[in-house]
């Protein structure tokens, strides 16, 4: 498995943006599909942004397409997540994760590393 620690996490205003970044250790980052989760108090983990091992192909859940954009850098060993024109209802806290058995997806199930998360607020 390869190890995630995702940091940039803050406290922001309706319409302001942040950067997530998630930093990857241990086996070759460069070989694994990533993507970005998030979980809200008392509901379920979903999908953000998924983007394949390459970097040529992303995916976004519709709720963030044209405002967040998923990015990855093979030498850095590190995967981003740019989020503009930010809402309350982004708030959550964000997951990256790493999957070695799929080329680009959407469901947790197949993401088997995990890093321990970070804070988005988003105030209106």
């Known amino acids: 498995q390869v190890q995630l620690v995702e940091s940039g996490g803050g406290l922001v205003q309706a319409g302001g943006s942040l950067r997530l970044s998630c930093a990857a250790s241990g086996r070759t980052f460069s070989s694994y599909a990533m993507g970005w989760f998030r979980q809200a108090p008392g509901k379920e983990r979903d999908f953000v942004a998924a983007?394949?091992?390459?970097?040529?192909?992303?995916y976004y859940a519709d709720s963030v397409k044209g405002r967040f954009t998923i990015s990855m850098d093979n030498a850095k060993r590190t995967l981003y997540l740019q989020m503009n024109s930010l809402k309350p209802e982004d708030t959550a806290v964000y997951y990256c994760a790493a999957s070695s058995t799929v080329g680009l997806s959407t469901r947790p199930g197949d993401f088997e590393s995990w890093g321990q998360g970070t804070q988005v607020t988003v105030s209106s």
């Open positions: 983007i394949n091992w390459t970097g040529r192909s992303t």
